[in-house]
């Protein structure tokens, strides 16, 4: 009897499914395209006795990565895994993220095959072993045997036969449990049958007769005949490859992913809480984060709330909370993997905490207010305490709706009889208080006043500073909307990502400095005036100066070319239309062209040619500078 279950791994065409032909004389790739294009695309499956005369099943997995969801669908029940890397490649990109999958999902059982060995020396094989050493060095799949072998010439195939027994005699045992539970990888219709589906048996047994449970729909259906590899079986159990007649569904009724379990043990859930270990070559991953989760052969999109810490960094650990977009059948202790939405790519992996938890937030305040206020049946206050009591300045009417029990619809009317009267606003899709909104204005502006008092030459606070340092949490949209009120009712001006205090001008002490700064620059035309000269004029020097004109230079009033080297914009179109005439005509221009234009010296006109080099007039090209992005003179481009 069939009883235990290998899977494949590795990159594509590193000859997984060419190694299982040789060990099982079955070709896994059924579908046309496979055959064609000579890759695998879906799952494919084969009986397998090892030398002991034990049979297992092996699951063939794809290894392209636009297939990876189809790899996952097939390794999530397997006891031990056959990888492949070819000889003549060593590793590959999705050799590194079969391998982390594996790994996040605690796969400790299995064999490295060194495919394609007949293509390669021996100092060649000799190098790809040490490749996969180096790579599998900190992973569960550290101790497992390399075997050097050929798929085509069948070199080595009866050591990973060997090898995969003795993994197989070596491996954990799966964990148990008296209830039935098969995700359901593959559905078909079959003639005289109905609908068939198969799958990997995770737990307890299922015989002809029972009734089983489909989730997450949660359909009703009864078992009417017990396959194991095409042979009619009265029951199969914990680590068979199995297929099920069902009876009570249609075939277009069930889908990868779904889920067949004993009756009453399992209910789906939009949420899941677990602890999340995130890849060292994922992103830092932050709230929100939109995802796919992936458990057995489902893959559902959703997003991850994180519970105790504010960003989980690469490498690190946190509990979360998945919020998905559709529901999910899942048992405490399962494993899971997650990807990014877009592109998709392996970035962490997980165990169940929690297979049904209530809806949980990151820090949530004490509910003692609160609960007064329910008490005394008040929904407007109720709505009000909430609020005021989140960290986050505003709510959506769903968040909402959960946190009072009420319905989404029954919430909206509330908070629309609260809009018409002044309470609150709708900004996006959240509901913020006025009295909120009215304190986080004021101590936008407070904090931008005080900026100005200690320093009036500030020449502003970066608004996403602002928007982290505010005492609640304040997302994006939310922000915009506060800004634009402010800048409306002439608090604050928003110049560029930075936010200054009233109208955000020059100072008045400011104000005479840089009407005779303009004056000297507007004297001096090409030939920039030394800071001294500036400070001579202006009455000013040190930091000070320096602050002014980096503040002229925010107001868009002047150009710093260097920290000692400032023209007024004008000086510096006209030059630089100069330069794109010249380059018009002649096709380049050198330094020598450049003085002969402006009657510069070397000085003055490196340091300018430079400044155009970057800001995309010319392209520097050993002595010579060509046409660059943004060449075309002042007239072709009207």
């Not at 060649?124 to 050097?148: C, G, H, N, Q």
């Not at 009712?489 to 008045?508: F, M, N, R, Y």
């Amino acid at each position: 009897m069939i009883s235990h279950v290998i899977g494949t791994a590795g990159h594509i065409d590193h000859g997984k499914t060419t190694l299982v032909r040789a060990l099982t004389g079955h070709d896994t790739d059924r579908l046309k395209e496979e055959r064609e294009r000579k890759i695998s695309i879906d799952l494919g499956f084969a009986p397998l006795t090892l030398p002991s005369g034990m049979r297992v099943a092996v699951v063939d997995v794809p290894g392209h990565e636009r297939f990876v969801k189809n790899m996952l669908a097939g390794v999530g029940g397997i006891d031990a895994v056959l990888f492949t890397v070819a000889a003549d490649e060593g590793v590959m990109p999705q050799t590194a993220e079969h391998l982390e999958i594996l790994n996040f999902l605690g796969v400790e059982t299995g064999v490295v095959a060194l495919t394609k060995s007949d293509l390669v020396d021996e100092e060649m094989l000799e190098l790809a072993a040490d490749d996969v050493t180096t790579a599998f060095a900190e992973t569960t799949l550290r101790d497992a045997p390399v075997i050097p072998c050929s798929g085509e010439t069948g070199d080595g195939v009866p050591l990973v036969l060997a090898a995969l027994e003795k993994v197989l005699r070596q491996a954990p045992p799966r964990r148990t449990a008296d209830w039935f539970r098969l995700p359901v990888d593959r559905v078909f219709s079959s003639r005289g049958f109905g609908t068939v589906v198969t799958g990997t048996v995770w737990s307890g047994d299922v015989k002809v007769g029972d009734r089983l449970s489909l989730l997450p729909g949660g359909s009703d259906v009864r078992v009417r005949k017990v396959e194991v590899f095409h042979e009619e079986v009265p029951s199969a159990g914990s680590g068979q490859r199995t297929a099920l007649a069902l009876h009570g569904v249609s075939c277009e009724e069930v889908t990868r992913g779904n889920l067949l379990a004993t009756p009453g043990v399992l209910t789906a859930t939009h949420m899941v809480d677990a602890r999340l270990r995130l890849s060292r070559s994922a992103k830092p991953l932050t709230p929100r984060k939109r995802i796919r989760f992936h458990h057995g052969a489902s893959e559902i999109l959703g997003r991850v709330v994180l519970l105790d810490t504010i960003e989980i960094e690469p490498g690190g650990e946190g509990l979360v909370q998945f919020r998905l977009e559709s529901p999910v059948a899942v048992a405490a202790g399962d494993r899971l993997i997650v990807r990014s939405y877009s592109p998709a790519r392996t970035i962490a992996g997980g165990r169940v905490i929690d297979a049904l938890p209530p809806k949980r937030k990151s820090r949530r305040p004490s509910d003692l207010a609160f609960l007064g206020v329910l008490e005394k049946g008040d929904r407007r206050n109720a709505v009000k305490e909430v609020l005021l009591a989140s960290r986050s300045a505003g709510s959506d009417v769903v968040a909402l709706a959960k946190r009072l029990q009420e319905t989404p619809g029954a919430m909206r009317a509330l908070l629309e009889e609260m809009e018409s009267d002044g309470v609150l606003r709708f900004i996006g899709s959240s509901a913020v208080l006025v009295e909120t909104m009215t304190a986080l204005r004021a101590e936008v502006g407070a904090r931008l006043e005080r900026a100005l008092r200690e320093d009036p030459l500030n020449p502003g606070l970066p608004r996403e500073d602002v928007r982290k340092g505010l005492s609640r949490e304040v997302d994006l949209s939310l922000f915009s909307e506060l800004l634009r009120m402010m800048s409306s009712a002439g608090e604050i001006s928003v110049q560029g990502d930075l936010l200054l205090h009233g109208a955000g001008g020059l100072p008045a002490e400011a104000e005479k400095a840089a009407g005779a700064i303009d004056a000297l620059l507007e004297e001096k035309r090409f030939v920039a005036p030394s800071m001294e000269e500036i400070a001579a004029v202006s009455g000013i020097e040190g930091k000070s100066l320096t602050k002014t004109i980096d503040l002229l230079v925010r107001l868009g009033k002047v150009v710093k070319i260097t920290p000692s080297l400032v023209y007024r914009k004008e000086e510096i179109a006209e030059m630089a239309e100069m330069v794109r005439q010249r380059l018009a005509r002649d096709g380049f221009l050198d330094i020598a062209a450049f003085r002969e234009l402006t009657g510069l010296s070397r000085k003055y006109s490196v340091p300018i040619l430079e400044y155009f080099d970057r800001e995309g007039i010319t392209r520097r090209e050993g002595d010579r500078r060509l046409p660059g992005r943004t060449a075309a003179s002042t007239e072709e481009r009207d």
